[in-house]
């Protein structure tokens, strides 16, 4: 086996390699003048199984393009197989027509990659689990919330409540209060898909002198948790801890985030930044482990 990662998951792939004692084959990639994308494998792979591990976090495009031409190289090489891990699939909140004649962004995603002829391919908490079902080659979803579940485990807060900033975050909150061994609650959200604007509604919460974590799959704006933090807040939380796996953290959002209250953003290395506390690796390493 050999795992190569690209550019946006370097070091998330180094670690994956040292863990399973696998070789690892980096890559050279630079950015021609004109803004195109180069990428060349340091070492062969013929006969080999290739694990390619690239986030799609932003910059979404050219980290994208990055990943289909590592798989396409690794397929032109001769692996034996392809495994693409993408921790943060880009576009998958585009799963639908929210309003008529828009692209379905993810189907168009799926079907670039499954058309490269890979064998497999393995995300982390994807926005929704409905989204795998684009994919015609096996497609897995993997959680990292037993691991922020561990992370705010060993914060011994005592007694903390759970909370779901909307209905879609709801089973991974369930989570978290499962290893945490608290209550958990979600709340009410509502976005205009014209405008961007979220709006929470009001939910009276136990949460009085309580320390809150609000857990949701993805921080884009920030808009959605500043809501569900001010209402904590309002309703006499103490402190608040959030717990994301895809820290996007766009433009103001951390600003957005301190000022509703938040004491702690804890992302993971899905998507690299200052948030990027827990790695996904002991999950990733678990699941390829039973393939050596
Ligand atoms: C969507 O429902 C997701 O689960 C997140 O809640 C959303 O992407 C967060 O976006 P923002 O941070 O812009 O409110």
Excluded: W
Aim: include cysteine; charged fraction near 25%.
């Amino acid at each position: 086996m050999i795992i190569i990662p690209g550019s946006a998951s370097k070091d998330l792939g180094i670690k994956v390699a040292k863990m399973l004692n696998v070789e690892l084959v980096p890559i050279e990639h630079k950015i021609f003048p004109d803004g195109e994308s180069y990428i060349r494998f340091t070492n062969d792979l013929k006969n080999n199984d290739a694990v390619i591990i690239q986030s799609c976090s932003p910059p979404q495009d050219k980290n994208l393009i990055e990943l289909f031409l590592m798989l396409d190289n690794a397929k032109d090489l001769g692996a034996k197989s392809i495994t693409a891990i993408v921790p943060y699939l880009a576009y998958s909140r585009q799963d639908k027509r929210f309003m008529p004649f828009e692209a379905i962004s993810i189907k168009t995603i799926a079907k670039l990659i499954e058309s490269i002829g890979i064998d497999e391919i393995i995300t982390f908490d994807i926005h929704s689990l409905e989204i795998l079902k684009n994919f015609k080659i096996k497609a897995m979803n993997f959680s990292a919330m037993s691991l922020l579940g561990k992370y705010f485990l060993n914060l011994g807060l005592k007694d903390p409540l759970v909370i779901a900033p909307d209905k879609g975050a709801q089973r991974h909150a369930e989570a978290i209060a499962k290893i945490l061994n608290s209550e958990y609650t979600f709340l009410e959200k509502h976005r205009n898909r014209v405008s961007g604007e979220v709006i929470t509604f009001h939910k009276n919460l136990n949460v009085k002198n309580k320390d809150v974590i609000i857990i949701d799959d993805i921080i884009s704006t920030g808009s959605t948790i500043a809501n569900a933090s001010k209402i904590a807040k309002n309703e006499g939380a103490k402190d608040i801890y959030v717990g994301c796996t895809h820290p996007l953290l766009i433009g103001d959002a951390r600003k957005k985030l301190k000022d509703s209250g938040v004491k702690k953003i804890v992302g993971t290395d899905c998507i690299i930044n200052e948030t990027s506390e827990v790695s996904v690796a002991p999950i990733i390493v678990e699941y390829l482990r039973k393939k050596l």
